[in-house]
């Protein structure tokens, strides 16, 4: 009998609990509520705002290159020099949309041979895609146009950063280009280590096949074991 009454003095005392916190847990719950339909709502308008900006970038991208393989050197200047005005706006941006717009402003600065600006894109745009799956690529390409200015140490750290990528489609050719590099450098111990990475890791693969020839040209020049 005291167990039942202890019993419900302790149900009436949560309840009392209860009653006199209603107003709070409710003005809580709405809260939470409206805070979850905000972000749905965000979730939902950034998404297409994303949307809207991938298809904008991609139209900037159809405009520039439709046809142009006919145009006249001062037509495809001009057209060049129209996009460049378009993505300006876009490469600010986070994300996706600042991703896809510094890979496409990189790809116009490294076709006029403007290295720098395209090392500047290329940084952006791994920058704002850390983790996405456009990240290597953009790491090999920075590589490309750090050889171009032959910043080597730098373009040798890309290769190896792509290669390292795991899923990266392009990965034996990524660590092919950090071990050429090495060798540039005269470092044949670490180029060789690198073709023969590729060689255990990659079997059949063109690029292993590329670096079976470069260890044996090595080893007959004697600058390898």
């Keep these: 009998m ?3 009454i202890e019993k419900k003095t302790t149900s009436q ?4 609990v209860l009653e006199k916190n209603r107003k709070v847990l409710i003005i809580v719950l709405v809260i939470a509520f409206v805070a979850l339909i905000g972000f749905i709502v965000w979730n939902i308008t950034s998404t297409k705002i994303a949307e809207k900006n991938i298809s904008e970038l991609d139209t900037i991208s159809y405009e520039l290159t439709n046809g142009s393989s006919s145009l006249e050197a001062e037509e495809l200047s001009a057209r060049i020099n129209t996009a460049k005005e378009k993505l ?3 490469t600010k941006k986070s994300g996706i949309t600042g991703v896809r717009a510094n890979m496409l402003s990189a790809e116009i600065a490294y076709s006029q041979k403007d290295y720098s600006k395209a090392i500047d894109y290329w940084t952006a745009a791994i920058s704002k895609g850390k983790r996405s799956y456009t990240a290597p690529l953009a790491l090999y390409q920075l590589g490309v146009c750090y050889e171009q200015t032959n910043d080597l140490t730098k373009a040798a750290e890309s290769y190896k950063k792509a ?7 392009l990965a034996s050719h990524a660590l ?4 050429r590099v090495l060798e540039s450098q005269n470092e044949y111990a670490k ?7 590729i060689v255990s890791s990659y079997g059949d693969d063109e690029w292993a096949n590329l670096a079976k020839t470069r260890i044996l040209d090595l080893q007959i020049q004697g600058k390898a074991e």
Excluded at 163 to 169: E, I, M, N, Q
Excluded at 176 to 179: N, Q, V
Excluded at 191 to 197: G, K, L, N, R, S
């Design 163 to 169: 290669a390292d990528t795991k899923g990266f489609v």
């Design 191 to 197: 180029a060789v280590e690198a073709y023969q990475t």
């Design 88 to 90: 300006e706006a876009y």
């Design 176 to 179: 092919f280009s950090y071990a």
């Design 2 to 4: 005291a167990e039942k």
């Design 13 to 16: 005392k949560v309840n009392s």
